[in-house]
């Protein structure tokens, strides 16, 4: 039963691979392209695993005060996990001829982030001490973590994809960074709580506060991400370089 449960976690990360490709209809990524971003996603797991460990210093269960809660969060977590997204990324498709539109950025660094929340979600589940535990613990990471990894992976793809069409923007380290932040500052609301005292009820809205919030900046990201590359297949074939100036 324990083991059907933990599986079952794999739904919410399935479920938005779907719909993030709902999105991109017009113009749909090869499908072997997209498993291979989600395996490396997947894979990404076992070195952040092991770089954990060491940054923990050997695997502490949890932060034992506020200022480990803060370095677990935007280091041990954050930087670990998102570098890795943007690691696979990088080696999974960002040289592949696929890779020609700005929301192809969003589509692929979601299904990193997915590959990635999928493989986590199942080891959480997997860890839980009861079937209640798991069930609450599959509903919560349904509704935040999930979403969180493919939002985080996708700003990144975002902004790398807009400074490599349009040249303009942070490009891939700036959209690490800002996926770094919105990652740890979810984290650091959860690990700081404890030992907050009663400010800890000021900390509780954050992680939904982010991912509500990074949501809505992500759609209008994806807006304008679809209709730039509408407008750039709409253009007239143009002698080479041309139609690149017009992006």
């Given at each position: ?18 719909y ?14 997209l ?56 080696l ?50 349904a ?12 700003f ?36 700081v ?55």
């Open positions: 039963m324990n083991f059907l449960v933990a599986l079952a976690g794999t739904v919410p990360a399935i479920f938005l691979m779907w993030v490709e709902t999105h991109d209809a017009k113009r749909p990524e090869p499908k072997s392209l498993r291979r971003t989600a395996l490396f996603g997947g894979l990404a797991t076992i070195p952040c695993i092991v770089i954990q460990v060491v940054l923990s210093g050997g695997g502490k269960v949890a932060p034992t005060n506020a200022a480990e809660g803060v370095f677990t969060a935007y280091v041990v977590a954050a930087l670990t996990e998102e570098t890795a997204k943007a690691i696979c990324l990088w999974a498709v960002w040289r592949h001829p696929a890779f020609n539109e700005r929301f192809d950025g969003i589509v692929y660094g979601a299904r990193a982030g997915l590959g990635f929340a999928l493989v986590e979600n199942v080891g959480y589940l997997l860890g839980a001490e009861s079937i209640g535990s798991m069930i609450s613990m599959f509903i919560l990471r509704m935040l973590a999930v979403p969180g990894h493919a939002m985080w992976g996708a990144t793809g975002h902004y790398a994809a807009k400074k490599r069409f349009d040249g303009t923007g942070p490009g891939l380290l700036g959209g690490l960074a800002i996926a770094i932040f919105l990652h740890g500052t979810y984290d650091a609301a959860l690990f709580a404890p030992f907050a005292g009663p400010a800890a009820l000021l900390l509780f809205p954050i992680p939904l506060i982010v991912i509500i919030g990074g949501y809505r900046r992500l759609r209008s990201h994806a807006a304008w991400a679809l209709a730039k590359d509408d407008v750039t297949h709409a253009l007239p074939k143009l002698p080479f370089g041309v139609g690149f100036v017009l992006r």
